[in-house]
């Protein structure tokens, strides 16, 4: 027997203007897109924007339904709108802003299980790592330099031959 940890290192910023204008941009586009969540249930907006590598940006937000498991997540309707128009042009990073409706608090919040999973999907087929920009309603941003941090030991198509 052999122990192994897994570890991963964050970029912290208490505010926006901390990042290069790039980024700046990014979350900016993240921030619009949570402008049209759809939350009437949960009241949590979520708006994502993922940048291409030919440079194209596609956004996405939660889209809630009455039927609650028929609802989904900002950031799955941004990475399969982004499959879907521009398949097979890799992913450079994606911008999440989240917070409830009317607050100005809350620290940022990393992708649910489910989003991690989707994200690596795409992570692992490009083989290039996807940067990840977490903004919360507090304006604190958390970069991650790739999602397969956040999903040690992920289930990949490399197990299906
Ligand atoms: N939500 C997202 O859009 N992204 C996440 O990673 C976590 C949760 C949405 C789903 C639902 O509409 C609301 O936030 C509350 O869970």
Redesign the pocket.
């Known amino acids: 027997m052999h122990k192994k940890r897994y570890t991963f290192e964050t970029e912290e910023f208490d505010r926006l203007e901390d990042l290069p204008q790039k980024e700046q941009d990014l979350l900016k586009k993240a921030s619009e897109a949570r402008e049209h969540a759809y939350?009437p249930y949960?009241k949590?907006k979520?708006g994502a924007a993922v940048l291409l590598e030919n440079q194209e940006v596609v956004i996405g937000s939660?889209q809630?339904n009455a039927s609650f498991p028929s609802?989904l997540?900002?950031?799955r309707v941004a990475v399969f709108q982004a499959g879907a128009r521009f398949p097979g042009v890799a992913i450079q990073s994606i911008a999440?802003v989240?917070a409830l409706e009317k607050s100005s608090s809350g620290n940022p919040?990393a992708?649910?299980g489910n989003?991690r999973q989707s994200i690596f999907e795409y992570e692992n087929k490009q083989n290039k790592p996807i940067t990840m920009l977490l903004m919360g309603g507090n304006g604190r941003v958390i970069k991650c330099k790739a999602i397969a941090d956040l999903l040690p030991l992920a289930f990949g198509s490399d197990f299906l031959g």
Do not use: K
Request: glycine share 6%; with cysteine.
């Open positions: 939350a949960s949590f979520v939660n809630e609802g997540c900002a950031e999440i989240a919040a992708p649910c989003c």
